[in-house]
């Protein structure tokens, strides 16, 4: 049986401390009862305790399998240790008693497990239980000369419950903050990790490559020598020149991504024009409605910006293929004032009219290696490091008739 006493849950927490708090009481009672006051009401008292015992009893077998619960029900539980401790403090003595500050304790657990609206609510709860223990319970056995010490006491509790739970939140809130920033950069360490380890995987394949190719390339050369005009010589130029050229493009890419390199800027026209070219010799049968800005601008000249963009075209291409769909929506749109430091941005919006993205993987894809039906979803991730490190943004989205959309985010040169 699975008891929630787990660090790192909150219930847990809640129910052992509870635990702890009804041995004490059942010490400090029985101490009392023994050498210092022999009046107390011992059948009300261990009535209460009881009760709380039973309840306490009731909360395990509840949560027994339950690694988490709703703010509401930690409200409940912490309603129900203010309502033990006012009735059993009702019977101790009332306001006057020295552990009527224990009242302080659920507001503190409040602060950090429940959201602010709830901290409130608790809060409350204490200061109206604290106030029914000032007012309506007798101490005339006190004297008369304990009402000003009394009446203290009640404003120095309501100053501690407005401090302490206001510190307390702010704190807690500072720290989740904090914790969702450091998931964050795990996450983006994590993704760069996975891209610095997919362009090793590259670079050590291309320069194993480069060997081989030279080395045909000089075979070719003496059979064309020996055979100039055996067609299969002939055939054989255009791919080795292929190689050569992808090889020699990928030193420059290299070299254009090395620290504090010179990247130049290009025209959108451009690079729309390229784009487009590279669809239409792979997916001649795609129809690309567009919708592009009458005034020209300039966008980054970096290599790797083209291959990032057409990986989005070729997913959408795909996501077309599956329901024979050939119609592929795009939209350019230049925002006057960027997200950050007011800059211009330009957004390229993409939709497909396939069947969209898994819910699962819509919140994955893009910055982790997923399986998809066409493979890991490398090319999706390495567009987004590629984005990213042009200072831009990728959003993926399924539409809410058909397809899915992809939106990029660049800034403007």
Not at 234 to 251: N, S, W, Y
Request: with cysteine.
């Amino acid at each position: 049986m699975l008891i929630n006493f787990s660090p790192n849950s909150a219930l847990g927490q809640l129910l052992l401390l509870r635990s702890i708090a009804i041995v004490l009481q059942l010490v400090l009672v029985l101490i009392s009862l023994w050498f210092l006051d022999k009046n107390l009401p011992e059948q009300p008292i261990f009535t209460v305790i009881a009760l709380e015992s039973l309840f306490q009893l009731a909360s395990i077998y509840a949560y027994r399998k339950v690694s988490d619960v709703s703010p509401g029900a930690m409200v409940m539980q912490l309603v129900a240790d203010i309502l033990f401790l006012t009735v059993l403090l009702s019977f101790l003595g009332g306001a006057s008693n020295a552990f009527v500050s224990l009242l302080l304790l659920p507001c503190i657990i409040a602060a950090v497990t429940v959201p602010p609206r709830f901290v409130v609510f608790i809060s409350g709860a204490a200061l109206a239980a604290y106030g029914y223990l000032y007012t309506v319970v007798p101490m005339h056995h006190h004297g008369m000369h304990m009402g000003q010490h009394l009446l203290g006491m009640l404003v120095n509790f309501i100053f501690m419950v407005i401090v302490t739970v206001t510190i307390v939140t702010y704190l807690a809130s500072r720290i989740q903050q904090r914790e969702l920033a450091l998931a964050k950069s795990r996450e983006k360490q994590l993704q760069q990790e996975q891209v610095l380890a997919l362009g090793s995987a590259a670079a050590q394949v291309t320069h194993q490559l480069a060997t081989p190719i030279a080395h045909l390339n000089l075979l070719l050369e003496e059979l064309n020598e020996d055979f100039p005009e055996h067609p299969a010589v002939q055939e054989m130029h255009a791919p080795l020149i292929q190689c050569k050229t992808q090889l020699d493009g990928f030193r420059a890419q290299t070299e254009l991504l090395k620290p504090h390199a010179q990247v130049n800027k290009q025209s959108f026209d451009t690079l729309w024009q390229q784009l487009h070219e590279l669809m239409t010799l792979q997916f001649p049968e795609q129809t690309i409605a567009c919708q592009l800005p009458a005034q020209s601008f300039s966008v980054s000249g970096d290599p790797m910006l083209i291959p990032a963009l057409f990986n989005l075209f070729v997913n959408a291409a795909k996501a077309n293929e599956k329901c024979s769909a050939s119609r592929l929506e795009v939209s350019v749109t230049v925002s006057e004032e960027g997200a950050a430091g007011g800059r211009k941005t330009w957004s390229l919006s993409i939709r497909d009219l396939g069947p969209g993205i898994d819910m699962d993987k819509l919140a994955l894809i893009g910055k982790s290696v997923v399986d998809s039906s066409s493979g890991l979803g490398m090319a999706l991730l390495l567009s987004h490091a590629t984005i990213e490190r042009l200072e831009g943004t990728l959003h993926l989205s399924n539409h809410q008739s058909q397809g899915a959309v992809s939106v990029v985010t660049l800034p403007i040169v």
